[in-house]
């Protein structure tokens, strides 16, 4: 499951401050420029000052970084969680369900999971490999 990190170490804060939190913001400031103009030009240049500034703490004082990092990370820590169950949900109700369904209308068991009052053993035969080589060479 989603834990939330309390305690970053000085390369992910270096990370998150030097170069994932810059990028978010010049690529903020990019497409404020984009849909707006010229008439962003200032928001989006201050954003750009600010992935500057972010980027030169965060690699040469990541500590600093550390409540930054820790109020993002609660702050989408419910979006992540509610998305991965959502997208979990969606898999296994709209993808997994709907093929076991069409497997049982259909008949096929792949796991050969009948019970066959007649059979002394479930063991299925096994051929053993012809040479040790074999074991590297599986497919």
């Not at 970084?65 to 979990?88: E, K, N, Q």
Request: charged share 15%; net charge positive.
């Amino acid at each position: 499951m989603i834990e939330i990190n309390w305690k970053p170490s000085r390369f992910e804060l270096r990370m998150f401050g030097g170069l994932w939190l810059p990028l978010f913001l010049v690529f903020i400031g990019g497409s404020l420029l984009w849909r707006q103009g010229s008439a962003g030009l200032n928001v989006a240049g201050g954003l750009w000052l600010a992935a500057a500034v972010c980027s030169a703490i965060g690699w040469l004082a990541p500590a600093v970084m550390r409540p930054l990092f820790i109020a993002l990370t609660v702050l989408t820590f419910p979006i992540g969680w509610v998305v991965s169950h959502l997208l979990l949900g969606l898999i296994y109700y709209g993808v997994v369900t709907p093929i076991g369904l069409l497997m049982q209308l259909v008949g096929r068991d792949p796991m050969t999971r009948k019970f066959d009052r007649a059979a002394t053993t479930y063991w299925t035969p096994h051929k053993p490999p012809r040479s040790k080589r074999q074991y590297f060479r599986q497919y």
